[in-house]
């Protein structure tokens, strides 16, 4: 038996319980958190982020993909000596349009696994401000004096709206909005997705998407698949 599994099954059910979150930017781990909470509120307190290392396999040279899963497997072995890790989440966003994301799923996966350690991965098509758009009343809810509820694709399959990010910008301003007015507008920016993933777990919104997506799909089933004693 390897050092590395030893140290694992000695940890296991001997430590408190921890999920790890990994992902392209600080911003999105804080919003895959907040989901998982959402989802599943008895994750509460179990549930941490990690900056380093980035999760950038999707689009990885084969050569190179398995040293960059290694790099978080072992950032989970770290995790490992204190803490029983029950579940694992890997994300990167799709930058193409679903199904694509199952593709992108499926090679971050596999290189976690041959890296000894399992793990979801959790790709929204295009990006994560897709998903937002399942939620307008939760996006409105950031800037309520000044933005729009985006709520143009309510009922529509949010995995085919190319260039996500652009597209939320635009959708949370006011139709009515004066020209001279639009270019001190202060729209959606990155930082932004935290709080409003917080919106969406505060109104009990995670399990109510008002629109389709196959990737957040996929997503909620797997957070659905940790469990925790």
């Known amino acids: 038996m390897s050092r590395k599994k030893d140290s694992r099954q000695k940890a296991k059910g001997k430590r408190p319980q921890q999920m790890l979150v990994f992902g392209e930017s600080e ?3 804080k919003s895959l958190k907040e989901l998982i909470v959402a989802l599943r509120v008895d994750l509460a ?4 982020t990690r900056r380093d290392p ?3 396999i ?15 497997a072992d950032v989970v072995d770290i995790s490992r000596a204190t803490h029983d890790i029950v579940c694992v989440f890997a994300h990167e966003d799709c930058d193409d349009l679903e199904p694509k994301h199952e593709e992108a799923c499926r090679k971050i996966e596999k290189a976690m696994q ?5 793990a979801h991965a959790v790709v929204p098509a295009w990006e994560l401000e897709a998903w937002w758009f399942m939620w307008p009343a939760a996006v409105q809810a950031i800037r309520p004096k000044s933005w729009r509820a985006p709520d143009d694709y309510i009922g529509k399959d949010v995995g085919r709206i190319k260039d996500a990010k652009e597209e939320l910008k635009k959708r949370v301003v006011p139709k ?8 001190s507008f202060q729209t959606y920016q990155e930082s932004d997705s935290p709080a409003i993933a917080q919106a969406v777990q505060e109104k009990g919104l995670a399990r109510k998407p008002g629109a389709k997506s196959g990737s957040y799909a996929r997503f909620v089933a797997s957070v659905d698949q940790c469990k925790v004693g």
């Open 114 to 118: 041959q890296a000894d350690c399992p």
């Open 176 to 183: 009515d909005l004066k020209p001279d007015k639009r270019k």
């Open 54 to 56: 980035l999760v950038l």
């Open 58 to 72: 999707k689009n990885a040279r084969p050569e190179d993909v398995p040293d960059r899963a290694k790099r978080i």
């Open 27 to 29: 911003n999105d781990t």
């Open 45 to 48: 307190g179990k549930v941490q």
